[in-house]
T-cell receptor
Framework: DAGVIQSPRHEVTEMGQEVTLRCKPI?????LFWYRQTMMRGLELLIY????????DSGMPEDRFSAKMPNASFSTLKIQPSEPRDSAVYFC????????????FGPGTRLTVT | AQSVTQLGSHVSVSEGALVLLRCNYS??????LFWYVQYPNQGLQLLLK??????LVKGINGFEAEFKKSETSFHLTKPSAHMSDAAEYFC??????????FGAGTRLTVKP
């Protein structure tokens, strides 16, 4: 199994630009999670999906952030417009929605907004 | 809601010494508990998990953790640290609703 796949691995963009991060979960997993990691705030859950449906988006910081999961094998996290404070590593994780719900993480996307 | 507290944001040990990373949990239902490791510039990798079977759980790379209900703890140990163990370690708790909460992490440094 290839594991959770994220693209791009690195993204550098200017303030105000739109950024789209992509994730392919492990085949057969039906839960998908987006996290953000920074030195100041640690690991934060942004949103998670069960069976392609958003269940909890309370961690999404602002309306500038949006996430979609059009099918079981693909999800996107979009930031529009981006700001320097969005600079972080964004992780996608997936799990099989059965106990004990262990999550498998992708390698992350390092986003730098200048 | 469940939560975990990791005591000590930084732990430093000498190579060959015992590693002890502390985690205490709070949960209203019997929890599932996890330890993850994150190496520099990588995602989190599952080290081990407790799922209400044996209270002493063995994981990868020689790590183990013991679930102690009376102490609400799930500390991670390794008898002898290796240089390659230097990383950040996260404790996590999950309830029966697919809601996993991570601790703030403990950065382990191994001195030669």
């Amino acid at each position: 199994d290839a594991g959770v796949i994220q693209s791009p691995r690195h993204e550098v963009t200017e303030m105000g630009q739109e950024v789209t991060l992509r994730c392919k979960p492990i085949s057969g997993h039906n839960s998908l999670f987006w996290y953000r990691q920074t030195m100041m705030r640690g690991l934060e859950l942004l949103i998670y999906f069960n069976n392609n449906v958003p269940i909890d988006d309370s961690g999404m910081p602002e309306d500038r952030f949006s996430a979609k999961m059009p099918n079981a094998s693909f999800s996107t996290l979009k930031i529009q417009p981006s700001e320097p404070r969005d600079s972080a590593v964004y992780f996608c994780a997936s799990s099989f929605a059965a106990l004990p719900y262990e999550q498998y993480f992708g390698p992350g996307t390092r986003l730098t907004v200048t | 809601a469940q939560s975990v507290t990791q005591l000590g944001s930084h732990v430093s040990v000498s190579e060959g010494a015992l590693v002890l990373l502390r985690c205490n949990y709070s949960s209203s239902v019997p929890p599932y508990l996890f330890w993850y490791v994150q190496y520099p510039n990588q995602g989190l990798q599952l080290l081990l998990k407790y799922t209400s079977a044996a209270t002493l759980v063995k994981g990868i790379n020689g790590f183990e953790a013991e679930f102690k209900k009376s102490e609400t703890s799930f500390h991670l140990t390794k008898p002898s640290a290796h240089m390659s163990d230097a990383a950040e370690y996260f404790c996590a708790v999950s309830d029966r609703n697919n809601d996993m909460r991570f601790g703030a992490g403990t950065r382990l440094t191994v001195k030669p």
